[in-house]
């Protein structure tokens, strides 16, 4: 793993006392996980009013998904709505990630319940900071109680500038922790999930309705008693920046929370080589990587529709990372090729982390 600069570590002294004071409580019942959810890839960057994004990308935990599908309006330049039907209700976290090879990233503005359904609000953005089209995928899930076999570990969290929990989920029943350090700077506290090895994979996503910011995990700390994440975030200037943001971390589970359903899912941590521990595959086949411009990512045997994606990048400074181009299925293998970007909004070979799923 890479070792976080100096700064960090100065975050990390700082935030001990007060992350160390999350201790696991008890559970509650055993309860579906998550209870709502759906996913969209908006594949037209400039949709017209009601525009159905791509029905072999799409999903989601309310009634004929197929029949009722996910909508997205476009709200102004590089701004969105995607209306998920029927799942209405409070907390939850979401998830956004850009898809093109500009590098143009996109972020969450805010999501809630609008009638009978959840909005999520998406912005995306030129390296430049100047508001941009293009397409993305969405995810919104939410979950409470403890989850029922085959087990796994499941967490998130939504947390603001001061590091004040809006919402939050652990499957293992513990209360998670988020502390602000120096500007730009988290420390988020995991406790009973995943192991002393790094073990699963986390998604990070900024959340911010007025400028534009991205956020990236900055490290990762694995413990037997839980996982700590620094998570860092900056502005289009490339400078640390306090905004909201989402976290998600599972382990042998798709990364809105289930497993089991669905049979077909996986994820893999490249940080200059890849943890066995970060590398899993639900069908037992053998995750696949080429590093480049974009990477190529190979999941067999798990390629069902409708599918998501969904991508992060990890180290200390203030590159970012997305899928260059939809993810292609080929008999069987799911083949996902993310493109990081350096400060400047060059593509560069930098680390990142991946997740894919299907809904069934």
């Excluded at 201790?23 to 996980?33: F, R, W």
């Excluded at 017209?48 to 009722?68: L, M």
């Excluded at 080929?330 to 299907?358: D, E, R």
Aim: glycine share 14%; aromatic share 10%.
């Amino acid at each position: 793993m890479k070792k976080p600069a100096r700064a960090v570590l100065l975050v990390l002294a700082m935030l001990v006392g007060l992350l160390a004071a999350a201790v696991p409580a008890a559970g509650p019942a055993q309860a579906a996980v998550p209870d709502r959810w759906g996913f969209a890839f908006l594949d037209n960057p400039t949709p017209p009013t009601g525009y159905v994004p791509d029905p072999s990308r799409q999903w989601g935990s309310w009634a004929s998904p197929a029949s009722n599908p996910v909508t997205v309006d476009q709200t102004g330049p590089g701004a969105y709505v995607a209306h998920f039907p029927l799942i209405a209700g409070p907390g939850g976290v979401a998830h956004v990630t850009a898809v093109n090879r500009t590098g143009t990233w996109c972020q969450l503005t805010g999501w809630g319940s609008v009638g009978s359904g959840i909005d999520v609000k998406v912005a995306c953005y030129r390296p430049t900071g100047s508001p941009d089209n293009s397409p993305f995928t969405v995810l919104y899930t939410s979950s409470s109680g403890t989850p029922a076999p085959p087990g796994g570990d499941y967490a998130y969290l939504h947390s603001t500038v001061s590091g004040a929990l809006v919402t939050q989920y652990n499957s293992s029943g513990g209360s998670n922790v988020s502390g602000h350090g120096s500007t730009g700077i988290w420390k988020a506290w995991l406790p009973g999930v995943g192991g002393s090895g790094n073990l699963g994979n986390v998604e990070v996503t900024a959340v911010d309705p007025i400028r534009g910011a991205r956020c990236k995990v900055a490290d990762w700390a694995p413990s037997g008693t839980g996982q700590t994440f620094v998570v860092a975030c900056f502005d289009a200037s490339n400078a640390p920046y306090d905004t909201q943001w989402t976290l998600s971390y599972s382990v042998k589970r798709a990364v809105h929370g289930p497993a089991i359903p669905p049979k077909s899912f996986g994820y893999l941590w490249y940080n200059g080589s890849v943890p066995g521990g970060t590398n899993f595959n639900s069908a037992g086949g053998s995750n696949g990587l080429a590093v480049g411009i974009p990477f190529n990512v190979t999941l067999p045997a798990i390629a069902v529709p409708s599918d998501h994606a969904q991508v992060t990048a990890y180290g200390s400074g203030p590159g970012w990372c997305q899928l260059a181009l939809p993810w292609a299925r080929s008999s069987g293998t799911v083949q996902l090729n993310p493109i990081c970007f350096g400060p400047g909004g060059s593509p560069v070979a930098a680390p990142f982390l991946t997740a894919y799923t299907s809904a069934f």
